[in-house]
C-alpha cells in the first residue's frame, strides 16, 4: 500500500478490489446456513446485533478523517436494517415520497447568501446578533404545533431576546429574530464542496466486516455500508467546519437543542462545542432501552454525545443507559398540559384515539378499522402522525367496502393534546404520543408491532396493557378503563419552567429546583438576572 501513498484515486480502486476479492470468497455461501430468516427478527433482535458488533468491532473507537463515524451511521443504519427485514416502513413517509409536508422556502422572509468574507448577516436579513457573544444559543426542532414549536418554547420564554436562535420549521416560517439553520447548511455544503474525503483501505475494511457481522446475524444484506459511511462522514466535516466558523462568531456558552444524534444537530453541537460552548439536549420524543439514538450497554464513552439530558420525567433517564458523559436532568413537558388545557368539554369514555407511528402505520390502520367494525359503540380516531400523508389514508378508506360510520381520521386538528384529553383509551405501537397521553391520564393499549419493545417499561410496571392481536384489542378496551396511570411526565405547578410556586419541583440525580434564582442558574439565563429578587 505503500506504493499508492498520495494516490487517493489508486487506494480506492485498490480497496473495491479487496473487497471483491474478500466476498469472491464466499462470505454469504459461509453465512447463508446460519442467518436467520426475517420472519425471526425483531427490534430487540437489531439491537442486540448491533451492541454485539460494535463491542466486538471496537466501533466507538473508529476514526475516520478526523471524525468517527459509528455515531454518525448507526441510527441509519438501524432504519436500513429494520426496513430491509420488513419490520419497518419509511419512518417519515412524508419525506420518502415526495409529498406532503417539505420545507416551503417561499415563506422565508428576505433571504439572502452569505458573502463569502464571513457570516455577517442572518439569512432572515440584516440581523444584529450576529459577531456579538451570546449566553445561550437554542436549535429549535422542526415540529410545530399550531404554528408554535413546543419543546423550546418555555426555554426561549426564559432565556428572553438575548438568546441566539436557530430555527428550522418544515413549514418555512421562521421564528422572529431567528437564524435559518436550513440555510446554514445548504451555504456549508456549498462552501467545502470541493473538499475531497475518501475512506482508506483499513475503512474499506472495517465497513465490510460491519456488513459481513450483520449478515452473519440477521441475514440481511445491509448493502455498500462504506457508501454510507463516506456519505455522512464527509457531510459532517463539512457542516462541523461550517458550524465551528459560525460558533466562533457568535459564541454562546450553553447550546440547547433536540435530537442530538441527527446529522446536521451533531455537526452544529460539535461546531459549538470546539468553540466552548456546554451542549443541552431537550427530550422531544422517546427515550428507550431500545432507540439507538440514546441507548448504550455499559454507558461506553461516547464521541458527540450531549453533556446533559434534560427529560420530561426521571422515569426516561432511569430506563435507558446514556453515555457515559451525558448526564440527566428532569425538567418536565410543560407543553403537553398547556395545549390540553385548550381541549372543549369533559373526557368522553367512548372515545379511542388511535395514535400512528409512520414506521408501523399501515398495520395499526388495519387494525382500527377492525376494531371500530367490532365495537360500534365506540368512536374510533385514527390520528395520523404529522410526518404521514393524510391523502394515502384517505385512498384506503375509498378502497374500502364497509367503512364503519364509527371510523374518523384525525391529521392535525385539533392538536393531540386536546383529543387525548378528551379521549378514554388511546392505542398505538410505540409513539411518543403514548407517554404524553399516559401523562394527560389517557389509558393506554399497546399493540405488539416492531418498537413495541419501546413500551417494555411501562408495560412492566402495569401502566399500559400489551395485546397481539385485534381479537385482544376489541376485548383489552374495556379493561383498559380501569389501569391506573404512572406519571411519565413531570408536571410543574404552572406548567413552566420558569415558574417558582412550587411543592412538587423537577429533580436530578443531584439536586431540587426550588427557587427562581437557581432555575435562571440552570437555564442559563442572560441579562444580570442575579440581581433580581426571587418571589
Known amino acids: 500500500?505503500?506504493?499508492?501513498?498520495?494516490?487517493?484515486?489508486?487506494?480506492?480502486?485498490?480497496?473495491?478490489?479487496?473487497?471483491?476479492?474478500?466476498?469472491?470468497?464466499?462470505?454469504?455461501?459461509?453465512?447463508?446456513?446460519?442467518?436467520?430468516?426475517?420472519v425471526s427478527v425483531t427490534v430487540e433482535c437489531i439491537c442486540e446485533s448491533f451492541w454485539s458488533i460494535e463491542k466486538r468491532l471496537t466501533l466507538l473507537d473508529w476514526n475516520v478523517g478526523d471524525a468517527f463515524p459509528w455515531p454518525l451511521i448507526r441510527m441509519a443504519l438501524f432504519y436500513a436494517v429494520a426496513q430491509k427485514v420488513g419490520l419497518y416502513q419509511p419512518p417519515h413517509p412524508v419525506m420518502s415520497s415526495g409529498k406532503g409536508l417539505k420545507r416551503d422556502r417561499s415563506k422565508t422572509k428576505h433571504r439572502k447568501s452569505f458573502p463569502s468574507s464571513g457570516l455577517v448577516r442572518a439569512v432572515a436579513g440584516?440581523?444584529?446578533?450576529?459577531?456579538?457573544?451570546?449566553?445561550?444559543?437554542?436549535?429549535m426542532a422542526t415540529r410545530r404545533t399550531g404554528g408554535t414549536e413546543l419543546y423550546t418554547k418555555a426555554?426561549?420564554?426564559?432565556?428572553?431576546?438575548?438568546?441566539?436562535?436557530?430555527?428550522?420549521?418544515?413549514?418555512?416560517?421562521?421564528?422572529?429574530?431567528?437564524?435559518?439553520?436550513?440555510?446554514?447548511?445548504?451555504?456549508?455544503?456549498?462552501?467545502?464542496?470541493?473538499?475531497?474525503?475518501?475512506?482508506?483501505?483499513?475503512?474499506?475494511?472495517?465497513?465490510?466486516?460491519?456488513?459481513?457481522?450483520?449478515?452473519?446475524?440477521?441475514?440481511?444484506?445491509?448493502g455498500d455500508l462504506a457508501k454510507l459511511c463516506q456519505s455522512r462522514t464527509a457531510s459532517f466535516l463539512k457542516l462541523r467546519k461550517g458550524f465551528t466558523e459560525f460558533f466562533g462568531m457568535n459564541p454562546v456558552k450553553k447550546l440547547f437543542l433536540t435530537n442530538a444524534y441527527g446529522l446536521s444537530t451533531t455537526a452544529a453541537l460539535e461546531g459549538a462545542r470546539a468553540q466552548g460552548a456546554h451542549v443541552i439536549e431537550l427530550q422531544?420524543?422517546?427515550?428507550?432501552p431500545f432507540h439507538l439514538g440514546y441507548s448504550w450497554p455499559g454507558r461506553p464513552q461516547v464521541p458527540y454525545s450531549p453533556d446533559e439530558l434534560w427529560c420530561f420525567g426521571k422515569f426516561w433517564p432511569e430506563s435507558t443507559p446514556l453515555p457515559a458523559k451525558t448526564s440527566s436532568r428532569v425538567i418536565g413537558a410543560p407543553y403537553v398540559y398547556e395545549l390540553a388545557a385548550k381541549a372543549?368539554?369533559?373526557?368522553?369514555?367512548k372515545i379511542v384515539v388511535f395514535t400512528s407511528q409512520g414506521v408501523v402505520g399501515q398495520q395499526l390502520f388495519g387494525m382500527a378499522l377492525e376494531a371500530a367494525r367490532r365495537r360500534p359503540d365506540l368512536q374510533i380516531v385514527f390520528r395520523l402522525h404529522p410526518s404521514e400523508i393524510l391523502e394515502q389514508y384517505e385512498d384506503?378508506?375509498?378502497?374500502?367496502?364497509?367503512?364503519?360510520?364509527?371510523?374518523?381520521?384525525?391529521?392535525?386538528?385539533?392538536?393531540?393534546?386536546a383529543l387525548l384529553a378528551t379521549a378514554a383509551i388511546q392505542v398505538g405501537a410505540f409513539s411518543t404520543?403514548?407517554?404524553?397521553?399516559?401523562?394527560l391520564g389517557t389509558r393506554t393499549i399497546v399493540v405488539d408491532l416492531p418498537g413495541a419493545e419501546y413500551m417494555r417499561p411501562v408495560i412492566g410496571k402495569g401502566d399500559a396493557l400489551l395485546v397481539r392481536d385485534v381479537d385482544e384489542l376489541v376485548s383489552a378496551l374495556d379493561r383498559a378503563r380501569s389501569r391506573r396511570i404512572r406519571n411519565?411526565?413531570?408536571?410543574?405547578?404552572?406548567?413552566?419552567?420558569?415558574?417558582?410556586?412550587?411543592?412538587?419541583?423537577?429533580?436530578?440525580?443531584?439536586?431540587?429546583?426550588?427557587?427562581?434564582?437557581?432555575?435562571?442558574?440552570l437555564l442559563g439565563a442572560l441579562c444580570d438576572r442575579r440581581n433580581r429578587s426571587e418571589p
Not at 439553520?181 to 472495517?206: G, K
Not at 422531544?284 to 428507550?288: L, N, R, V, W
Not at 384506503?396 to 393534546?417: T, Y
Not at 404520543?433 to 401523562?439: A, H, N
Request: hydrophobic share 35%; glycine share 8%; proline share 3%.
Open 284 to 288: 422531544h420524543g422517546i427515550i428507550s
Open 488 to 521: 411519565i411526565i413531570t408536571r410543574s405547578p404552572q406548567h413552566g419552567l420558569s415558574d417558582s410556586r412550587s411543592g412538587n419541583q423537577a429533580r436530578d440525580t443531584n439536586h431540587t429546583i426550588q427557587t427562581r434564582h437557581q432555575r435562571i442558574q
Open 1 to 38: 500500500m505503500a506504493n499508492y501513498a498520495g494516490n487517493e484515486a489508486l487506494l480506492n480502486d485498490v480497496a473495491d478490489l479487496a473487497v471483491a476479492m474478500r466476498r469472491a470468497q464466499g462470505f454469504r455461501a459461509s453465512s447463508q446456513d446460519e442467518s436467520r430468516p426475517y
Open 344 to 349: 372543549v368539554g369533559p373526557r368522553d369514555e
Open 433 to 439: 404520543t403514548l407517554f404524553e397521553g399516559m401523562s
Open 126 to 139: 440584516a440581523y444584529g446578533k450576529f459577531a456579538k457573544s451570546h449566553r445561550c444559543g437554542v436549535l
Open 396 to 417: 384506503s378508506l375509498r378502497g374500502c367496502d364497509d367503512v364503519p360510520s364509527n371510523f374518523s381520521l384525525s391529521h392535525r386538528d385539533p392538536n393531540i393534546f
Open 155 to 222: 426555554l426561549r420564554a426564559e432565556l428572553g431576546s438575548g438568546a441566539l436562535l436557530l430555527d428550522r420549521a418544515w413549514d418555512g416560517t421562521i421564528a422572529k429574530g431567528a437564524v435559518d439553520f436550513d440555510n446554514l447548511l445548504s451555504e456549508y455544503r456549498a462552501r467545502y464542496r470541493d473538499q475531497v474525503f475518501i475512506l482508506t483501505f483499513r475503512d474499506r475494511m472495517v465497513c465490510e466486516e460491519i456488513r459481513e457481522q450483520f449478515f452473519d446475524r440477521l441475514g440481511v444484506d445491509i
